[in-house]
Protein backbone atom coordinates (compact mmCIF):
# COMPACT_ATOMS: atom_id res chain seq x y z
CA UNK A 1 0.00 0.00 0.00
CA UNK A 2 2.86 1.98 0.41
CA UNK A 3 3.87 1.63 -2.99
CA UNK A 4 0.84 3.29 -4.02
CA UNK A 5 0.80 6.06 -2.45
CA UNK A 6 4.08 6.84 -3.73
CA UNK A 7 3.33 6.14 -7.05
CA UNK A 8 -0.25 8.28 -6.37
CA UNK A 9 1.83 10.95 -5.50
CA UNK A 10 4.25 11.27 -8.40
CA UNK A 11 1.23 11.33 -10.81
CA UNK A 12 0.17 14.85 -9.06
CA UNK A 13 1.00 17.64 -11.00
CA UNK A 14 0.76 20.13 -8.52
CA UNK A 15 3.28 21.41 -6.03
CA UNK A 16 2.98 17.82 -4.16
CA UNK A 17 5.03 16.98 -7.10
CA UNK A 18 8.47 18.25 -5.22
CA UNK A 19 7.64 16.12 -2.06
CA UNK A 20 6.65 12.89 -4.06
CA UNK A 21 10.15 13.34 -6.06
CA UNK A 22 12.58 13.62 -3.13
CA UNK A 23 10.99 11.05 -1.08
CA UNK A 24 10.90 8.67 -3.86
CA UNK A 25 14.70 8.88 -4.46
CA UNK A 26 15.42 9.28 -0.65
CA UNK A 27 14.11 5.46 -0.37
CA UNK A 28 13.56 4.01 -3.74
CA UNK A 29 16.32 2.31 -5.29
CA UNK A 30 16.62 0.57 -8.14
CA UNK A 31 15.29 -2.73 -7.07
CA UNK A 32 12.44 -1.30 -5.78
CA UNK A 33 11.30 0.32 -8.45
CA UNK A 34 11.46 -2.93 -10.19
CA UNK A 35 9.27 -3.82 -7.93
CA UNK A 36 6.93 -1.15 -8.28
CA UNK A 37 6.85 -1.70 -11.66
CA UNK A 38 5.92 -4.99 -11.49
CA UNK A 39 3.34 -3.88 -8.96
CA UNK A 40 2.02 -0.77 -10.87
CA UNK A 41 1.74 -3.51 -14.16
CA UNK A 42 -0.67 -5.77 -12.08
CA UNK A 43 -2.66 -3.02 -9.92
CA UNK A 44 -3.37 -1.13 -13.22
CA UNK A 45 -0.89 2.03 -11.95
CA UNK A 46 1.00 2.67 -15.38
CA UNK A 47 2.16 6.05 -14.77
CA UNK A 48 5.29 4.58 -12.31
CA UNK A 49 6.94 3.11 -15.47
CA UNK A 50 8.29 6.95 -16.63
CA UNK A 51 10.38 7.12 -13.51
CA UNK A 52 13.30 5.71 -15.82
CA UNK A 53 15.34 9.87 -14.74
CA UNK A 54 14.80 12.05 -12.43
CA UNK A 55 11.87 13.84 -12.69
CA UNK A 56 12.24 17.64 -13.09
CA UNK A 57 13.08 19.60 -9.81
CA UNK A 58 10.03 22.49 -9.56
CA UNK A 59 11.51 25.97 -9.80
CA UNK A 60 10.21 28.12 -6.66
CA UNK A 61 9.49 32.11 -7.11
CA UNK A 62 8.32 34.22 -4.89
CA UNK A 63 6.27 36.97 -6.53
CA UNK A 64 8.08 40.62 -5.78
CA UNK A 65 4.72 42.19 -5.15
CA UNK A 66 3.10 40.29 -2.63
CA UNK A 67 5.48 37.19 -1.73
CA UNK A 68 3.39 34.16 -2.95
CA UNK A 69 5.41 31.64 -3.59
CA UNK A 70 4.67 29.13 -6.29
CA UNK A 71 6.16 26.87 -8.79
CA UNK A 72 7.06 28.14 -11.75
CA UNK A 73 6.54 26.39 -14.88
CA UNK A 74 9.14 26.31 -17.87
CA UNK A 75 8.17 29.09 -20.29
CA UNK A 76 8.16 29.05 -23.82
CA UNK A 77 9.03 31.78 -26.22
CA UNK A 78 6.70 34.76 -25.94
CA UNK A 79 5.10 33.14 -22.91
CA UNK A 80 4.58 35.15 -19.74
CA UNK A 81 4.53 33.74 -16.17
CA UNK A 82 1.96 36.05 -13.68
CA UNK A 83 1.37 35.46 -10.26
CA UNK A 84 -1.16 33.35 -8.86
CA UNK A 85 -2.56 35.83 -6.44
CA UNK A 86 -1.74 39.44 -7.57
CA UNK A 87 -1.50 38.59 -11.08
CA UNK A 88 1.76 40.40 -11.45
CA UNK A 89 4.15 39.21 -14.18
CA UNK A 90 6.97 37.58 -12.40
CA UNK A 91 9.12 36.88 -15.38
CA UNK A 92 8.69 36.81 -19.54
CA UNK A 93 9.85 33.99 -21.74
CA UNK A 94 12.55 33.58 -23.65
CA UNK A 95 13.29 37.15 -25.31
CA UNK A 96 15.69 38.22 -27.79
CA UNK A 97 19.51 36.82 -27.28
CA UNK A 98 22.53 38.93 -26.68
CA UNK A 99 24.13 39.02 -29.44
CA UNK A 100 20.74 40.88 -31.26
CA UNK A 101 20.81 43.38 -28.69
CA UNK A 102 24.12 44.29 -29.20
CA UNK A 103 23.57 44.61 -32.52
CA UNK A 104 21.23 46.76 -31.95
CA UNK A 105 22.94 48.92 -28.84
CA UNK A 106 26.14 49.31 -31.23
CA UNK A 107 23.79 50.84 -33.76
CA UNK A 108 22.59 53.53 -30.99
CA UNK A 109 25.99 54.18 -29.75
CA UNK A 110 27.06 54.82 -33.46
CA UNK A 111 23.43 56.86 -33.54
CA UNK A 112 23.65 58.57 -30.72
CA UNK A 113 26.51 61.33 -31.48
CA UNK A 114 24.09 62.54 -34.42
CA UNK A 115 21.13 62.50 -32.54
CA UNK A 116 22.19 64.69 -30.14
CA UNK A 117 24.36 66.84 -31.08
CA UNK A 118 23.66 67.93 -34.45
CA UNK A 119 20.42 70.38 -35.20
CA UNK A 120 16.90 68.45 -34.24
CA UNK A 121 14.83 71.43 -35.74
CA UNK A 122 15.80 74.17 -36.66
CA UNK A 123 13.69 77.97 -36.77
CA UNK A 124 13.85 80.80 -39.04
CA UNK A 125 13.75 84.05 -36.41
CA UNK A 126 13.64 87.50 -36.92
CA UNK A 127 15.88 86.71 -40.26
CA UNK A 128 18.25 83.91 -38.70
CA UNK A 129 18.05 80.47 -39.04
CA UNK A 130 18.65 78.83 -35.37
CA UNK A 131 19.20 74.92 -34.94
CA UNK A 132 18.35 73.42 -31.59
CA UNK A 133 19.78 70.19 -30.34
CA UNK A 134 19.58 67.68 -27.37
CA UNK A 135 22.69 69.42 -26.14
CA UNK A 136 22.78 72.44 -26.88
CA UNK A 137 19.53 72.94 -24.43
CA UNK A 138 20.94 71.32 -21.75
CA UNK A 139 24.38 73.58 -22.20
CA UNK A 140 21.82 76.41 -22.10
CA UNK A 141 20.16 75.49 -18.96
CA UNK A 142 23.80 75.49 -17.31
CA UNK A 143 24.77 78.54 -18.62
CA UNK A 144 21.89 80.69 -17.59
CA UNK A 145 22.63 79.64 -14.11
CA UNK A 146 20.89 76.20 -13.72
CA UNK A 147 22.94 73.18 -13.58
CA UNK A 148 21.35 70.93 -11.53
CA UNK A 149 18.18 71.28 -13.69
CA UNK A 150 20.33 70.41 -16.67
CA UNK A 151 22.01 67.44 -15.23
CA UNK A 152 18.14 65.82 -14.65
CA UNK A 153 17.34 66.47 -18.14
CA UNK A 154 20.77 65.57 -19.00
CA UNK A 155 20.41 62.10 -17.20
CA UNK A 156 17.22 60.98 -18.54
CA UNK A 157 18.23 62.04 -22.01
CA UNK A 158 21.72 61.44 -22.59
CA UNK A 159 23.02 59.42 -19.09
CA UNK A 160 20.43 56.66 -19.09
CA UNK A 161 20.32 55.80 -22.98
CA UNK A 162 23.77 55.69 -23.43
CA UNK A 163 24.45 53.07 -20.11
CA UNK A 164 21.73 51.19 -21.41
CA UNK A 165 23.63 50.59 -24.58
CA UNK A 166 27.11 50.73 -23.20
CA UNK A 167 25.78 47.69 -20.67
CA UNK A 168 24.63 45.67 -23.30
CA UNK A 169 28.05 46.24 -24.94
CA UNK A 170 29.57 45.74 -21.81
CA UNK A 171 27.76 42.20 -21.01
CA UNK A 172 28.71 40.74 -24.32
CA UNK A 173 32.59 41.49 -24.01
CA UNK A 174 32.47 41.13 -20.69
CA UNK A 175 31.62 37.55 -21.05
CA UNK A 176 34.42 36.88 -23.64
CA UNK A 177 36.67 38.36 -21.42
CA UNK A 178 35.52 36.60 -18.11
CA UNK A 179 34.33 40.10 -16.23
CA UNK A 180 32.37 40.62 -13.46
CA UNK A 181 28.68 41.18 -14.65
CA UNK A 182 26.67 41.26 -11.36
CA UNK A 183 26.95 45.02 -10.74
CA UNK A 184 25.88 45.92 -14.53
CA UNK A 185 23.13 43.00 -14.48
CA UNK A 186 22.07 44.68 -11.04
CA UNK A 187 21.75 48.63 -13.23
CA UNK A 188 20.08 47.19 -15.73
CA UNK A 189 16.55 46.42 -14.26
CA UNK A 190 16.51 49.62 -12.48
CA UNK A 191 17.47 51.85 -16.00
CA UNK A 192 14.49 50.95 -17.35
CA UNK A 193 12.61 53.79 -16.24
CA UNK A 194 14.63 56.45 -16.90
CA UNK A 195 15.56 55.96 -20.36
CA UNK A 196 13.02 59.06 -21.54
CA UNK A 197 13.99 59.35 -25.02
CA UNK A 198 10.44 58.80 -25.92
CA UNK A 199 9.06 61.53 -23.83
CA UNK A 200 11.60 64.08 -24.89
CA UNK A 201 10.32 62.85 -28.70
CA UNK A 202 6.78 64.47 -27.34
CA UNK A 203 8.69 67.60 -25.71
CA UNK A 204 10.02 68.24 -29.04
CA UNK A 205 6.21 68.28 -30.64
CA UNK A 206 4.87 70.86 -27.82
CA UNK A 207 8.27 73.41 -28.08
CA UNK A 208 7.10 73.06 -32.15
CA UNK A 209 3.59 74.04 -31.53
CA UNK A 210 4.83 76.63 -29.12
CA UNK A 211 7.60 78.55 -31.48
CA UNK A 212 5.24 78.21 -34.50
CA UNK A 213 4.27 81.40 -32.73
CA UNK A 214 7.06 83.63 -33.45
CA UNK A 215 8.66 81.46 -36.32
CA UNK A 216 8.74 78.46 -39.25
CA UNK A 217 9.81 75.49 -38.19
CA UNK A 218 12.37 73.13 -40.88
CA UNK A 219 13.13 69.32 -39.62
CA UNK A 220 16.42 68.82 -39.04
CA UNK A 221 18.78 66.63 -39.98
CA UNK A 222 19.48 64.47 -36.78
CA UNK A 223 15.45 64.13 -36.21
CA UNK A 224 16.03 60.54 -38.27
CA UNK A 225 18.64 59.85 -36.18
CA UNK A 226 17.27 60.63 -32.77
CA UNK A 227 14.03 58.80 -34.10
CA UNK A 228 15.89 55.62 -35.13
CA UNK A 229 17.69 55.83 -31.56
CA UNK A 230 14.53 56.17 -29.91
CA UNK A 231 12.93 53.68 -31.95
CA UNK A 232 15.83 50.79 -31.08
CA UNK A 233 16.01 52.15 -27.44
CA UNK A 234 12.41 50.75 -26.73
CA UNK A 235 12.54 47.75 -28.63
CA UNK A 236 15.75 47.10 -26.36
CA UNK A 237 13.98 47.74 -23.51
CA UNK A 238 10.64 46.00 -24.77
CA UNK A 239 12.72 42.34 -25.65
CA UNK A 240 15.43 42.55 -22.66
CA UNK A 241 15.16 40.24 -20.46
CA UNK A 242 17.57 40.44 -17.48
CA UNK A 243 16.30 37.53 -15.77
CA UNK A 244 17.60 34.95 -18.49
CA UNK A 245 20.97 36.60 -18.44
CA UNK A 246 21.26 36.11 -15.02
CA UNK A 247 20.58 32.79 -15.63
CA UNK A 248 22.50 32.53 -18.31
CA UNK A 249 25.60 34.39 -16.85
CA UNK A 250 25.15 32.78 -12.93
CA UNK A 251 23.25 29.80 -13.07
CA UNK A 252 22.19 28.66 -9.49
CA UNK A 253 21.24 25.42 -8.40
CA UNK A 254 17.46 24.49 -7.30
CA UNK A 255 17.16 25.12 -4.17
CA UNK A 256 16.83 22.55 -1.67
CA UNK A 257 15.20 22.50 1.87
CA UNK A 258 11.36 23.53 2.87
CA UNK A 259 10.29 25.66 0.22
CA UNK A 260 8.38 27.97 2.86
CA UNK A 261 11.54 29.09 3.85
CA UNK A 262 12.57 30.49 0.69
CA UNK A 263 13.62 34.30 0.48
CA UNK A 264 13.36 36.65 -2.75
CA UNK A 265 16.09 38.81 -3.48
CA UNK A 266 14.51 42.24 -4.72
CA UNK A 267 17.88 43.40 -6.43
CA UNK A 268 18.02 40.37 -9.01
CA UNK A 269 14.55 38.68 -8.42
CA UNK A 270 16.13 35.54 -7.26
CA UNK A 271 14.36 32.95 -4.80
CA UNK A 272 16.72 30.77 -2.58
CA UNK A 273 18.23 30.38 1.20
CA UNK A 274 20.48 33.08 1.44
CA UNK A 275 24.20 32.25 2.67
CA UNK A 276 26.04 32.18 5.97
CA UNK A 277 26.10 36.01 5.18
CA UNK A 278 22.69 36.69 4.93
CA UNK A 279 23.21 37.35 1.14
CA UNK A 280 21.64 36.84 -1.99
CA UNK A 281 23.76 33.63 -3.43
CA UNK A 282 23.31 34.99 -6.98
CA UNK A 283 24.16 38.83 -6.60
CA UNK A 284 25.25 38.97 -3.17
CA UNK A 285 23.48 41.88 -2.26
CA UNK A 286 21.60 41.52 1.47
CA UNK A 287 18.42 39.85 1.88
CA UNK A 288 15.88 41.34 3.54
CA UNK A 289 12.29 40.33 4.46
CA UNK A 290 11.33 43.97 3.50
CA UNK A 291 12.88 46.60 1.71
CA UNK A 292 15.02 48.35 4.11
CA UNK A 293 13.04 51.34 5.97
CA UNK A 294 10.59 50.84 2.77
CA UNK A 295 7.84 53.46 5.03
CA UNK A 296 10.42 55.88 6.45
CA UNK A 297 12.19 56.61 2.92
CA UNK A 298 9.17 56.99 0.90
CA UNK A 299 7.22 59.02 3.97
CA UNK A 300 10.04 61.41 3.77
CA UNK A 301 10.21 61.57 -0.34
CA UNK A 302 6.59 61.95 -0.30
CA UNK A 303 6.59 64.83 2.11
CA UNK A 304 9.74 66.28 0.58
CA UNK A 305 8.19 66.32 -3.31
CA UNK A 306 4.65 67.62 -1.36
CA UNK A 307 6.47 70.87 -0.30
CA UNK A 308 8.29 71.32 -3.64
CA UNK A 309 5.32 70.85 -5.90
CA UNK A 310 3.84 73.80 -4.38
CA UNK A 311 6.43 76.90 -5.93
CA UNK A 312 6.94 74.37 -8.85
CA UNK A 313 3.24 75.50 -9.10
CA UNK A 314 3.32 78.76 -7.68
CA UNK A 315 6.07 80.15 -9.53
CA UNK A 316 7.13 81.38 -12.91
CA UNK A 317 8.62 77.81 -15.26
CA UNK A 318 9.17 80.01 -18.21
CA UNK A 319 9.79 83.76 -19.06
CA UNK A 320 9.66 85.33 -22.43
CA UNK A 321 11.19 88.76 -23.43
CA UNK A 322 9.59 89.62 -26.29
CA UNK A 323 9.93 93.44 -27.72
CA UNK A 324 11.33 94.07 -24.37
CA UNK A 325 8.27 92.88 -22.22
CA UNK A 326 8.56 90.79 -19.91
CA UNK A 327 6.10 87.59 -19.83
CA UNK A 328 6.11 84.81 -17.46
CA UNK A 329 4.03 81.47 -17.65
CA UNK A 330 3.37 79.11 -14.76
CA UNK A 331 2.97 75.45 -15.45
CA UNK A 332 -1.11 76.00 -15.62
CA UNK A 333 -1.04 79.12 -17.31
CA UNK A 334 1.13 78.20 -20.23
CA UNK A 335 -1.35 75.09 -20.35
CA UNK A 336 -4.18 77.09 -20.72
CA UNK A 337 -2.46 79.95 -23.23
CA UNK A 338 -1.87 76.20 -25.15
CA UNK A 339 -5.60 75.70 -24.89
CA UNK A 340 -6.77 79.11 -25.90
CA UNK A 341 -4.83 79.02 -29.04
CA UNK A 342 -6.28 76.32 -30.04
CA UNK A 343 -3.75 73.51 -29.31
CA UNK A 344 -6.17 71.17 -27.15
CA UNK A 345 -4.85 67.80 -27.75
CA UNK A 346 -1.27 69.02 -27.12
CA UNK A 347 -2.72 71.32 -23.72
CA UNK A 348 -4.33 68.06 -22.60
CA UNK A 349 -1.21 66.08 -23.00
CA UNK A 350 0.61 69.01 -21.09
CA UNK A 351 -1.81 69.20 -18.21
CA UNK A 352 -1.91 65.54 -17.46
CA UNK A 353 1.88 65.33 -18.00
CA UNK A 354 2.50 68.23 -15.52
CA UNK A 355 -0.35 68.80 -13.22
CA UNK A 356 -2.70 65.78 -13.39
CA UNK A 357 0.14 63.18 -12.75
CA UNK A 358 2.61 64.26 -9.90
CA UNK A 359 -0.52 65.51 -8.01
CA UNK A 360 -2.31 61.89 -8.43
CA UNK A 361 1.14 60.46 -7.45
CA UNK A 362 0.88 62.42 -4.33
CA UNK A 363 -2.34 61.24 -3.58
CA UNK A 364 -2.05 58.10 -4.43
CA UNK A 365 1.18 57.32 -2.14
CA UNK A 366 -0.17 59.52 0.60
CA UNK A 367 -3.39 56.39 0.47
CA UNK A 368 -1.26 54.35 -0.26
CA UNK A 369 0.67 54.86 2.97
CA UNK A 370 -1.77 55.52 5.25
CA UNK A 371 -4.05 52.45 3.99
CA UNK A 372 -0.65 50.35 5.30
CA UNK A 373 -0.60 52.61 8.64
CA UNK A 374 -4.16 51.84 9.62
CA UNK A 375 -4.37 47.87 8.14
CA UNK A 376 -6.80 48.99 5.75
CA UNK A 377 -8.16 45.69 4.34
CA UNK A 378 -10.67 46.72 1.97
CA UNK A 379 -9.96 48.16 -1.52
CA UNK A 380 -6.60 45.80 -2.00
CA UNK A 381 -7.37 45.11 -5.68
CA UNK A 382 -7.60 48.99 -6.23
CA UNK A 383 -4.70 50.33 -4.69
CA UNK A 384 -2.44 47.67 -5.88
CA UNK A 385 -3.53 48.73 -9.51
CA UNK A 386 -3.44 52.20 -8.42
CA UNK A 387 0.44 51.85 -7.45
CA UNK A 388 0.64 50.05 -10.87
CA UNK A 389 -0.67 52.91 -12.53
CA UNK A 390 1.50 55.82 -10.85
CA UNK A 391 4.64 53.34 -11.52
CA UNK A 392 3.75 53.17 -15.35
CA UNK A 393 2.83 56.86 -15.39
CA UNK A 394 5.08 58.85 -13.39
CA UNK A 395 8.08 59.18 -15.64
CA UNK A 396 5.92 60.96 -18.33
CA UNK A 397 5.69 64.51 -15.70
CA UNK A 398 9.85 65.02 -16.93
CA UNK A 399 7.67 66.30 -19.79
CA UNK A 400 7.73 70.05 -19.62
CA UNK A 401 11.42 70.39 -18.33
CA UNK A 402 12.32 68.74 -21.84
CA UNK A 403 10.34 71.22 -23.46
CA UNK A 404 11.96 74.21 -21.96
CA UNK A 405 15.30 72.64 -22.46
CA UNK A 406 14.46 72.85 -26.16
CA UNK A 407 12.82 76.02 -25.85
CA UNK A 408 15.85 77.81 -24.38
CA UNK A 409 17.83 76.68 -27.17
CA UNK A 410 15.57 77.93 -30.10
CA UNK A 411 14.73 81.12 -28.52
CA UNK A 412 17.16 82.89 -27.35
CA UNK A 413 17.78 85.89 -29.49
CA UNK A 414 19.28 88.09 -26.43
CA UNK A 415 17.56 91.64 -26.38
CA UNK A 416 14.80 90.67 -29.12
CA UNK A 417 13.13 88.00 -28.20
CA UNK A 418 14.05 85.25 -25.42
CA UNK A 419 13.35 82.51 -23.59
CA UNK A 420 14.62 81.43 -20.20
CA UNK A 421 13.81 79.05 -17.54
CA UNK A 422 11.94 80.13 -14.42
CA UNK A 423 12.69 79.50 -10.72
CA UNK A 424 9.69 76.53 -10.62
CA UNK A 425 11.35 74.40 -13.24
CA UNK A 426 13.86 73.23 -10.08
CA UNK A 427 11.33 72.76 -7.94
CA UNK A 428 9.18 70.92 -10.54
CA UNK A 429 11.97 68.69 -11.36
CA UNK A 430 12.97 67.89 -7.69
CA UNK A 431 9.77 67.22 -6.88
CA UNK A 432 9.14 64.69 -10.27
CA UNK A 433 12.56 62.45 -8.77
CA UNK A 434 11.19 62.90 -5.38
CA UNK A 435 7.53 61.14 -6.13
CA UNK A 436 9.79 58.33 -8.69
CA UNK A 437 11.75 57.66 -5.57
CA UNK A 438 8.98 57.16 -3.48
CA UNK A 439 7.29 54.73 -5.88
CA UNK A 440 10.56 52.68 -6.43
CA UNK A 441 11.22 52.65 -2.28
CA UNK A 442 7.32 51.85 -1.30
CA UNK A 443 7.57 47.73 -0.63
CA UNK A 444 4.54 46.92 -2.11
CA UNK A 445 4.75 43.81 0.19
CA UNK A 446 3.79 45.98 3.16
CA UNK A 447 0.02 46.28 1.71
CA UNK A 448 -0.38 42.65 2.04
CA UNK A 449 1.43 42.33 5.05
CA UNK A 450 -1.04 45.09 6.75
CA UNK A 451 -4.17 42.47 6.58
CA UNK A 452 -4.19 41.02 10.26
CA UNK A 453 -5.62 37.59 8.45
CA UNK A 454 -2.28 37.47 6.48
CA UNK A 455 -4.01 35.79 3.56
CA UNK A 456 -5.12 38.56 1.89
CA UNK A 457 -7.06 37.97 -2.04
CA UNK A 458 -6.21 40.07 -4.86
CA UNK A 459 -9.99 41.68 -4.34
CA UNK A 460 -11.88 44.95 -3.40
ZN1 LIG B 1 1.91 38.45 -6.52
ZN1 LIG C 1 20.05 38.67 -5.63
Not at 69 to 96: D, M
Not at 142 to 160: D, E, K, L, N, W
Not at 309 to 318: D, Q
Request: include cysteine; aromatic fraction near 8%.
Amino acid sequence: MALKTLAYNVCLPTQNTFFAYSSLTAVANQATLTVINALSANSGIMKIRTLSGPLPQPRYQRCNECDTLFILPELLNRQSAYCPRCNAQVEKGHEWSLTRLTSLAVAMLLLMPFAFFQPLISIRLLGTRIDANLMEGIWQMTQQGHPITASMVAFCTIGAPVTLAGSILYLYLGERLGMNLKPVLLMLDRLKEWVMLDIYLIGMAVACIKVKEYADINVGMALVAYLAVTVLATLTLIHINVEQLWQRFYPQPKAKGPPSTLQLCLSCNFTGHADARGRCPRCHVVIRPRRRQSLQKTWAALIASTVLLLPANLLPISVIYANGQRMEDTIFSGVVSLASSGNMPIAAIVFIASVLVPFTKVIVLLTLLLSIHFKTQHSLKTRIRLLRVITWIGRWSMLDLFVISLMMSLVNRDQLLSFTMGPAAFYFGAAVILTLLAVHWLDSRLIWDAHATGNAEYTD
